[in-house]
């Protein structure tokens, strides 16, 4: 079986630019997560889809990041314009539904300079 | 404030030893999740506990869930190199999931 699939692995950019990350889940999850992962903090929650309709998104900073999941499936999250705190690993994860277990894909590493 | 606590944050040992590393809230969680996260791989989950009381064992890896269902240890016996990696706790509270800040284990051939 697939497993979550992200890209790019890695991404620098300086403040001020935008990023862009794309998330494919496993077939058949519905429910669909962005997550941040701060250096030695653990990973906190962004966005939570359900099919292509938002379920949780309380910790998403609006003016700022944006994430959308057309047709359900994949995913793309994206910053702009991006902050020195920004910098993190973005992990999205998937699951059959809300409260199941989350399979996570590898993850995005931004730095942003 | 962390809604859950782990502790200790690191934690260096020598292969064949025994280890325990905690999660604490002053909540009650419905249930809690542990997951193991290697450098440069996202977290995979262990194991689900729901019950109070609950004692799962998976190989070497003994989890208990507390009777009150606000804290959770992880015990694994004679621990390998391929033991290391980031413990993260995490659980249900209300609606919300949320993960602990993570035990960070180095296991010493």
């Known amino acids: 079986e697939a497993g979550v699939a992200q890209s790019p692995r890695y991404k620098i950019i300086e403040k001020r630019q935008s990023v862009a990350f794309w998330c494919n889940p496993i077939?058949?999850?519905?429910?669909l997560y962005w997550y941040q992962q701060i250096l030695g903090q653990g990973p906190k929650l962004l966005i939570q889809f359900q099919n292509n309709g938002v379920v949780d998104d309380s910790q998403l900073p609006k003016d700022r990041f944006s994430a959308e999941r057309l047709k359900g499936v994949d995913s793309t999250l994206k910053i702009q314009p991006a902050k020195l705190e920004d910098s993190a690993v973005y992990l999205c994860a998937s699951s059959l539904e809300g409260r199941t277990g989350k399979i996570f894909g590898s993850g995005t590493q931004l730095s942003v300079l | 404030t962390q809604l859950l606590e782990q502790s200790p944050q690191f934690l260096s040992i020598q292969e064949g030893e025994n280890l325990t590393v905690y999660c604490n809230s002053s909540?009650?969680?419905?249930?809690l999740q542990w997951y193991r996260q290697e450098p440069g791989e996202g977290p995979v989950l262990l194991v689900t506990v729901v019950t109070g009381g609950e004692v799962k064992k998976l190989k070497r890896l003994t989890f208990q869930f507390g009777d009150a269902r606000k804290d959770s240890s992880l015990h694994i016996t004679a621990a390998q190199p391929g033991d290391t990696g980031l413990y993260l706790c995490?659980?249900?509270?209300?609606?919300?999931?949320?993960f602990g800040p993570g035990t960070r284990l180095s296991v010493l051939p």
């Open positions: 995490a659980g249900y509270h209300g609606q919300n999931f949320v």
């Open positions: 077939s058949g999850h519905a429910t």
């Open positions: 909540s009650v969680f419905s249930s």
